[in-house]
């Protein structure tokens, strides 16, 4: 069974830093993209990072260039999400989503989610 299971979130000051981690289970995890979205309360879910954890290619969305890190740990099957100079913004319930094509482009290929984190930020 395919599992994804997100940790890390919390409340932080604008200016912390916070860092989220997407444990896998279930699948051949270097063949996926796992990537990072987001929701806030009334918006839309927005995608916010991804990994092809076999390339190592990365991509981030533009507000969050320069703050967010993504990386990933073959070895222990899990992807982090290193989240500094963090906004009011950027509070929303942060997903990670894995995409078996691997490419990590096509927010439709991701076909396990896992529950969510919250993330908030006070300014």
């Known amino acids: 069974e395919v599992q994804l299971a997100e940790s890390g979130g919390g409340l932080v000051q604008a200016g912390g830093s916070l860092r989220l981690s997407c444990a896998a289970s279930g699948f051949t995890f270097d063949d996926y993209a796992i990537g990072w979205f987001r929701q806030a309360p009334g918006k839309e879910r927005e995608g916010v990072s991804f990994i092809s954890t076999n390339a190592g290619r990365t991509y981030y969305r533009g507000s969050v260039k320069g703050r967010f890190t993504i990386s990933s740990d073959n070895a222990k099957k899990t992807v982090y999400l290193q989240m500094n100079s963090l906004k009011p913004e950027d509070t929303a319930v942060y997903y990670c989503?894995?995409?078996?094509?691997?490419?990590?482009?096509?927010?439709?290929?991701?076909?396990?989610w896992g529950q969510g984190t919250q993330v908030t930020v006070s300014s």
């Open positions: 989503a894995a995409d078996p094509s691997g490419s990590g482009a096509e927010v439709r290929n991701y076909i396990h």
